[in-house]
């Protein structure tokens, strides 16, 4: 029975907030919710009448389709059904409904990966991480292989447990005779307990998998309370596909796409690609080696976010796509052999395909498991094998041969990559985006995602000279300053990719080379890192008072690690080492002072009343109902498909509303009596030339967030807030030069005075050389960067004391809520500091361009009041015409600063 006196909204807001659920979850559980106030669980179902109620309110659930209560919600891979499942079931707890629950897997390793998820709560994906309830006492779970010992059934209604029932269609029919059999441990046949519950659950997951098999009647003989079944394609699988008929919520891959929710898919070739005269083989070969030189991309990519960000390693993989088994051994022999990139894939090769035997079938399965933990696999081959539950999130590359373009452009090819390995996408496109390779295919491929009715809406790359992607091989290394690396032994760049190290080292005033100078050089820059929140300036580092303090510091951090250096001999004269460093420190650093601006006062926002200006207003027309059909019947999967499912609102006004929440400066609850004004006007426009509620509805339903977003570019016109003094404060007032990270290819490095040919490919290439800079090696993102740095790097520019291209958070500047601004260039000179960015002539009025600016201006300005070393700090913005052969500094200055 369900428990009086209880605020099932509350329950649901809190089950949202603490599993994050995202809208396409959250708006599934309001129907579960929706639902359940239909149902009396301490009552005999009228399953006829509840549909009846049911397919009123919608209009796509036609039948249960079962003798129980049965609905689908068919959301697309990767949004979250485990999750869902975890919050439904919570839901139904919480709200006293139900305590027994029934979850069915179709296949092995669905099943085990739920009961992972059910059940280990170190697990990331564990589904009730953040249920209170369920961390002072989790379900018991009972499985296909422990249900003989009686757990869940013996004592359950005593201690009032929560019981999850995992199961796997295979093991039930195996067992079916032994499942019905008496127990003595449980004093029923097992099945027979099930189905005496009055308040059991199922759970159908995958439900496409084995909805029309004959094996699967005797599990739905159980007769649940309430059927939930979960899938991505709502349709029986098989040569006739029948759709279900039970759909009551659809969220396709388009809406994951369009929401961010997955992986963006692109398709890559090769450089004007033309495959006449190439036979089979030829053209496999092509790709799979165009599909290695991708993947060692996008491993390089992914090392070096990894570095700059601090977030967890993703190690990625390829995935081919055989045609048969035969076809899948001869690629493998390919790979592995030593012609296939000197061998580099030799042992690195996983062969998945129905015909393995015994170990050779266990270890494809057992790197297949662990190909999101180690790195001992890159290349996975398969037969038709890899479907439904293989959730991994580091599948990069697909490379499936001898596929059709509709064949590719499907969610059972594109599924098994699209899971984002953040949990969320990035905005760096190498890590948010899942790329197939398709030569041959390439323009089918292109022309298909461009249809007016594809859900898969394909970027197009190209590869080789002069592509998108080089297929040069990539190393990640770490440019650490010269003065550093000779004072601590921090391996410099050339020794990184094994070329022998150049006389940087001997350009710096100190150089240390023992083992125990090089570790107390270390701790000395470590304290002065840490200074910069206690000093005024850097000059104040040399004083006796701190040179002291300094010593004292460095003293015990070495006390602290005498315990685990063994071998110790000598001590070096830490006051002589604390005064070298230092000098070398100050000398070589460009002061940037971290400052916060924070309101002085407390500061309230709201919108000022106005009436909605509709005279621009969109004239949207309702979704045609035969189109949405025609999609349906194609497997066309996309927004205008989900309309007409998605649940009914009580007011026209509400699907308009709900969009308007979630832009964060909006507050609902002050703002509610505004929102409902603007959205009332806007349906009234819909009506001045809509014919029938139904239309009107169909408009405000399929387009509410475009309306929405109409309305909110006026609020934001009439956006108040009290006023507020700000007061900028200094938190540290320097930060030291930290290694920067990128990425490196042995045949793409230039000097910095040599430009790259084509220009375009600037980006490509790491430069060498500055004689002001504390780098050695560089990147730029075009030419004029490049040509800047050579003008402020040449004897010429003799007023130049230092420059450096700042790496992330060297600085704090947002020029828009949580969007930092890293500037181009920071130059020191004899009487100034400048901040400098360079564009090209067509973006210096681009808008982004411009809030950056003013952002920059912002911070110069704060920055000059806690200046204390004299100079006057500037932000140029320059063009790259200002950047000409006869162009100064001081020229430069004069015109941009």
């Keep these: 029975m369900r428990k009086p006196h209880i605020d099932e909204a509350k329950i649901k807001r809190g089950i949202g907030q603490r599993l994050s659920l995202r809208t396409p979850q959250e708006e599934s559980l309001d129907i579960l919710a929706d639902v359940l106030g239909l149902m009396d669980f301490g009552q005999p179902t009228d399953v006829k009448a509840l549909l009846a109620e049911i397919a009123a309110k919608y209009s796509s659930v036609e039948s249960f389709e079962r003798q129980f209560p049965s609905l689908c919600f068919a959301l697309a891979t990767g949004v979250g059904k485990t999750r869902l499942m975890g919050a439904m079931i919570t839901y139904l707890f919480q709200t006293g409904r139900s305590r027994n629950f029934f979850v069915l897997a179709p296949n092995t390793t669905i099943y085990e990966k739920l009961i992972d998820d059910f059940s280990v709560q ?45 199961f796997n269609v295979d093991k039930i029919n195996k067992d079916a005779g032994r499942i019905k059999g008496f127990k003595e441990t449980i004093g029923d046949s097992y099945f027979d307990y099930l189905a005496g519950l009055d308040d059991l659950v199922m759970f159908m997951d995958e439900a496409h998998r084995y909805r029309a098999k004959a094996a699967t009647k005797a599990i739905f003989e159980l007769s649940p309370k309430l059927g939930i079944e979960l899938t991505a394609t709502p349709k029986t699988v098989g040569a006739k596909p029948k759709d279900f008929k039970n759909v009551i919520y659809f969220y396709g891959l388009g809406n994951a796409m369009a929401d961010g929710y997955v992986k963006e898919p692109a398709v890559l070739t090769r450089a004007d690609f033309r495959k006449d005269g190439l036979d089979q083989d030829q053209l496999e070969q092509i790709m799979l080696e165009d ?26 993989f390829m995935l081919v796509v055989a045609q048969n088994t035969e076809h899948a051994a001869a690629i493998r022999a390919k790979i592995e052999s030593d012609s296939f990139f000197n061998g580099a894939f030799i042992g690195r090769v996983a062969e998945v395909h129905s015909k393995l035997k015994g170990d050779e079938s266990n270890e494809a399965m057992d790197r297949l498991v662990g190909l999101e933990t180690t790195n001992d696999t890159d290349i996975v081959i398969h037969v038709n094998k890899l479907k439904e539950g293989w ?12 596929a059709s373009a509709s064949e590719i452009l499907t969610e059972q090819t594109l599924g098994r990559g699209l899971r984002l390995p953040y949990g969320e996408r990035t905005g760096n496109p190498d890590v948010d985006r899942l790329t197939v390779i398709a030569h041959d295919k390439f323009q089918d491929i292109v022309d298909r995602a461009k249809a ?35 004072m601590t032994g921090a391996a410099t760049v050339e020794s990184q990719i094994g070329l022998e190290v150049n006389d940087a080292q001997s350009q710096s005033e100190v150089t240390y080379n023992t083992p125990i100078e090089q570790e ?77 601006v924070l309101p002085s006062n407390e500061v309230n926002f709201w919108f000022e009343d106005f009436d909605l200006d509709t005279s621009n207003q969109s004239r949207f027309q309702p979704i045609s109902e035969r189109l949405i059909i025609q999609q349906l019947r194609d497997e066309i999967r996309t927004e205008l498909a989900r309309t007409l499912n998605a649940p009914k609102e009580e007011r026209v006004e509400n699907y308009i509303v709900k969009h308007l929440m979630d832009y964060p400066d909006i507050d609902y609850d002050s703002q509610a009596e505004l929102l409902y004004k603007l959205a009332g006007q806007s349906v009234a426009f819909i009506q001045s030339y809509a014919e029938g509620d139904e239309a009107i509805e169909s408009i405000a339903l399929s387009h509410g967030r475009q309306l929405a977003e109409f309305i909110y570019r006026q609020m934001k016109k009439h956006y108040r807030q009290t006023p507020a003094e700000y007061i900028p404060k200094v938190t540290r007032s320097y930060r030291a030069f930290t290694g920067r990270q990128f990425s490196f290819s042995p045949t793409k490095q230039l000097f910095l005075n040599q430009a790259a040919k084509p220009l375009s490919a600037t980006k490509n290439f790491v430069f060498k050389g500055g004689n002001k800079s504390p780098d050695h090696f560089h990147k730029f993102d075009s030419d004029p ?33 949580n969007k930092p601004y890293e500037p181009d260039f920071v130059v020191e000179t004899t009487h100034m500091k400048l901040v400098v960015e360079v564009k090209a002539d067509r973006d210096m009025q681009d808008p982004v361009v411009l809030e950056k600016k003013r952002a920059a201006e912002t911070w110069v300005t704060h920055a000059n009041q806690f200046e204390t070393g004299g100079k006057t700090w500037k932000y140029l913005l320059v063009s790259e015409s200002d950047i000409n052969a006869s162009a100064t500094l001081k020229g430069i200055v004069a015109k941009c600063g």
């Design 122 to 166: 170190s697990s990331p994906k564990y589904v009730f991480r953040g249920i209170r309830e369920f961390a002072q006492k989790p379900p018991v779970i009972v499985t296909g292989d422990t249900w003989e010992q009686g757990r869940g059934v013996r004592g359950s209604d005593l201690f009032d447990d929560t019981i999850i029932n995992i």
């Design 291 to 316: 599909g290695v030189h991708y993947h060692n991309h996008v491993d390089a990519e992914l090392d070096l976010y990894a570095r700059q960000t601090g977030r967890k390693r993703v190690h990625p």
């Design 391 to 402: 959730d991994v999130t580091n599948l990069y590359t697909i490379v499936p041969l001898r």
């Design 452 to 486: 007016d009715d594809s859900v898969v809406k394909l970027k197009t790359l190209t590869i080789g000279e002069g592509g998108d992607i080089s297929d040069d091989v990539k190393v990640i290394v770490e440019s650490v300053p010269a003065h550093i690396a000779a």
């Design 520 to 596: 107390t050089a270390k701790d000395i820059i470590h304290v002065l890192n840490t200074m910069g929140r206690e000093v005024s300036g850097a000059n104040e580092l040399t004083t006796a008072d701190r040179q002291k303090e300094i010593v004292r510091r460095v003293s015990v951090i070495q006390e602290r690690q005498q315990g685990t250096l063994e071998g110790i001999i000598e001590t070096p004269d830490l006051e002589k080492m604390v005064a070298q460093v230092t000098k070398v420190f100050t000398e070589n650093l460009i002061e940037i002072p971290d400052i916060v």
């Design 785 to 817: 960067e490049r040509r800047f740095a050579v003008l402020i790097d040449s004897d010429f520019e003799s007023d130049v004391l230092r420059w450096l291209k700042p790496a992330p958070k060297q600085f704090r500047i947002e020029y828009d809520t």
